[in-house]
């Protein structure tokens, strides 16, 4: 995982150029984009969300194989519970339509990161995280999450 400023997104051009295209869309989108799914080129899309942020996020902590996610709240914060995916246990089996295994029984070393107002987070397949959870209280939030096919 990848924690890191909107503003110095400059610092991550040399990851990759599809990961720095979707830093830039997430960059230069205003608070108003419409809910919606955005192509950014071939390999990058950007899924444009709104939703209620909650105490607990039943699924447990996502992970996909063959995308990278970047997240953004562009609206309103949202912590993400993150652990490495690996010694957990699936709770949810993968779903190949959408790239994505739920886990549960994460690392007792996990962590939280809260995203938005210039903060975004990168998650690598073996990132396990669970979004959704609130700041404080439960707030709608609008959230940009950029896929990165690998």
Avoid: C
Avoid at 11 to 33: P, V
Avoid at 64 to 77: A, C, L, M, T
């Amino acid at each position: 995982m990848i924690l890191g400023q909107i503003d110095h997104i400059d610092t991550y051009k040399h990851i990759s150029e599809d990961i720095y295209a979707g830093l830039k869309f997430i960059q230069e989108a205003k608070q108003d984009i419409e809910v919606g799914t955005y192509t950014i080129n071939d390999n990058v899309k950007a899924i444009v969300t709104e939703y209620s942020t909650v105490e607990n996020f039943e699924r447990g902590y996502e992970a996909h194989n063959h995308v990278i996610d970047i997240q953004y709240s562009i609206k309103g914060y949202e912590r993400i519970k993150w652990s490495p995916i690996k010694g957990m246990n699936i709770n949810i089996p993968y779903d190949p339509v959408k790239d994505r295994t739920f886990y549960k029984d994460p690392y007792e070393f996990g962590t939280e990161v809260i995203i938005g107002n210039g903060i975004f987070a990168i998650m690598f397949p073996e990132d396990g995280h669970g979004p959704q959870h609130y700041v404080g209280q439960p707030e709608i939030i609008k959230k940009i999450t950029v896929k990165v096919s690998i």
